[in-house]
DNA sequence: ATGAAAGCGCTAACAT
DNA sequence: ATGTTAGCGCTTTCAT
């Protein structure tokens, strides 16, 4: 009975190693995170060692005694919009490529969740933190950077403070896609808006104002219908728009998402895009390709979003004295199918 | 000079709530865990305190203590895939029901990189593991199983072991919808092949053969083209086919990311869907439905195949001794405009 | 170049 | 019901 017992496996800690190899567990500490003054013919025995009983180094250990744990925090207001995946493609691709893992935390927009999550990740849950179009709550961006905790927000600018932004030129898009309609010669244009909580819906809506005054067309209150970046909303304000008497030639959605919503809500009614109505987006996710028609829309570069953020945020670990950094990426107009010239 | 540190601030402990509430620090850890038997009056205050101070468990310090680490882990092979996306998002809808955090590990199907992984994962760095159709390794499943660590597989099945395994009626879905097509009139059908790593693969070329065998067809070995699962595999795959002499009247893709290449070369080719060439696919992802023409697919309920997983993990969890139990949900045909009765 | 010892924040016996 | 005492696996002074 002594010793059967039929427990399960534990895994091999340093201490193991050091048994095995004959040296303290703290030369083997050193060995092992790559200490430089070890001596060449005791490196090769640790290591030796470890690789023999399949040694793992515990993150949870080494980041509690003071390491890192070589964890980002990666926080997204949901998963079911491509808009984010793409950005997280580009987060996971560079986060690959340097042996850090991703923990990732979904707020769904919930109040107060994301506050909860920030509090957590800087509790030693991470080494840093990426915060995907956050609804930003001055009380934990506050907190962050008290604790002078490393974070980059990404796609959502926040003036008041000093703090690591990777965002796209929104207003100068939205202008030059908005400019694109005017040319073809709409004046009656609808706008799906966005979330008023983020910037970018600001500065999209911002350039679109710009560019109709800039070529002296009138704003009106009235074509500026809320959306929520979502396909529903889309669907919904769409419907709005073609209640009117005087309904737009075109309609300009703050998203693709939205746009997406459109198309659909003005395909129901039975009328043809583009010749009956003009539909442009912005983002250029993956399904506006293959939408029918093809979208025309205005493109962040968001998986590349995702890769700055990350090099930025591990340039900040290994320096954490380095300069804030606001990087701004372009836009840039994809023209497709959705667009033409105005029927009447 | 004395005390005049510009240090980042601490986050607060047990050890300062039990300072700040009068109690012991093993009695704040009792009452912060949930512990039933606390005094009302002693659980107020000290409740009162934490809150006060904002304080936040620290998971790394809870985990290495025997405690559990509420973190679970999700290997995904990429993000790229919508298939792939789907089932994350069920996992992550019910992970947030639950407070339990998602990290997460994308293989990118790189050699070795699994096994590593899900080393790190079993040595501490989460409660449980999800496995997104991984290439199973015996080597790893057998040191999961040694470590009688839980973890549950999606989409993979491995006959071998007793492991938890969500999956879907591949067999029966590419059964029903290769006779779908036979009974529209089609007689050469091609097949895209999938990952021949993976048993989804297997079975739905199995319930091909089984489907054209039932109905007479004689199984062509040149109809079968190998894929990859991914939309350059579909492209290329579908091109070897249109150069034959006797090209298929329909292409039956082991995924709808193929179907979608499929199309592609169809098109770049100058025929039309679904007069010329009728296309099928399998998953029915988010694009499926918007792309053109809307394609008629073999529906998975992956988002289900998540939630269903996260759900038998927790129970695992909760229960480390219950059954093992091999959860099959039904796929589903869902008729749409790429199938049509074939031109000659 | 290496060993000894302290401690990160917490849980879990073991006391009382 | 609450306090005391060990660790969990690791990094990091501080010695030598």
């Known amino acids: 009975m002594a010793?059967?017992?039929?427990?399960?496996?534990?895994?091999?800690?340093?201490?193991?190693?050091?048994?095995?190899?004959?040296?303290?567990?703290s030369t083997v500490s050193r060995t092992l995170s790559g200490f430089e003054f070890v001596k060449?013919?005791?490196?090769?025995?640790i290591v030796e060692a470890a690789e023999r009983l399949g040694y793992v180094p515990n993150q949870q250990a080494r980041s509690l005694a003071g390491g890192p744990s070589h964890l980002i925090g990666v926080l997204v207001p949901t998963l079911t919009n491509d808009y984010i995946i793409q950005i997280l493609?580009?987060?996971?691709?560079?986060?690959?490529?340097?042996?850090?893992?991703?923990?990732?935390?979904t707020t769904n927009r919930h109040q107060g969740t994301e506050a909860t999550y920030v509090a957590t990740i800087m509790n030693g849950a991470a080494?840093?933190?990426?915060?995907?179009?956050?609804?930003?709550t001055d009380s934990y961006l506050e907190a962050l950077n008290e604790r002078d905790f490393p974070y980059v927000l990404i796609d959502q600018d926040?003036?008041?403070?000093?703090?690591?932004?990777?965002?796209a030129t929104n207003r100068e898009g939205a202008y030059i896609a908005t400019q694109y309609l005017i040319k073809m010669g709409h004046s009656r244009i609808g706008f799906i808006a966005g979330l008023p909580q983020l910037n970018s819906a600001i500065e999209r809506l911002a350039g679109f104002r710009e560019a109709l005054s800039d070529h002296g067309i009138p704003f009106r209150e009235e074509y500026v219908v809320p959306g929520n970046f979502e396909m529903r909303g889309g669907y919904r304000a769409t419907r709005e728009l073609l209640?009117?008497?005087?309904?737009?030639?075109?309609?300009?959605?703050?998203?693709?998402?939205?746009?997406?919503?459109?198309?659909?809500?003005?395909?129901?009614?039975?009328?043809?895009?583009?010749?009956?109505?003009?539909?442009?987006?912005?983002?250029?996710?993956?399904?506006a390709a293959v939408a029918y028609p093809k979208l025309t829309t205005v493109r962040q570069p968001l998986n590349q979003m995702g890769?700055?953020?990350?090099?930025?945020?591990?340039?900040?670990?290994?320096?954490?004295?380095?300069?804030?950094?606001?990087?701004?990426?372009?836009?840039?107009?994809?023209?497709?199918?959705?667009?033409?010239i105005p029927f009447d």
């Open 127 to 136: 080494d840093g933190l990426l915060l995907v179009a956050p609804f930003i």
């Open 307 to 340: 890769r700055e953020a990350v090099n930025l945020l591990l340039k900040r670990l290994q320096n954490p004295d380095m300069d804030m950094v606001k990087l701004t990426l372009n836009t840039q107009l994809i023209i497709r199918d959705s667009c033409d």
């Open 243 to 287: 209640a009117r008497s005087d309904v737009p030639t075109a309609i300009f959605a703050a998203n693709d998402l939205s746009a997406l919503g459109a198309i659909e809500a003005i395909r129901e009614r039975g009328l043809r895009i583009p010749l009956d109505i003009s539909i442009l987006g912005f983002d250029d996710i993956p399904q």
């Open 158 to 167: 926040y003036e008041a403070e000093d703090s690591m932004v990777v965002k």
């Open 40 to 45: 060449p013919s005791t490196r090769e025995k």
């Open 89 to 105: 493609q580009g987060i996971d691709d560079e986060l690959t490529r340097s042996s850090y893992n991703l923990i990732l935390y």
């Open 3 to 25: 010793e059967e017992t039929n427990k399960k496996k534990r895994m091999p800690t340093i201490f193991d190693i050091a048994r095995e190899s004959g040296f303290s567990y």
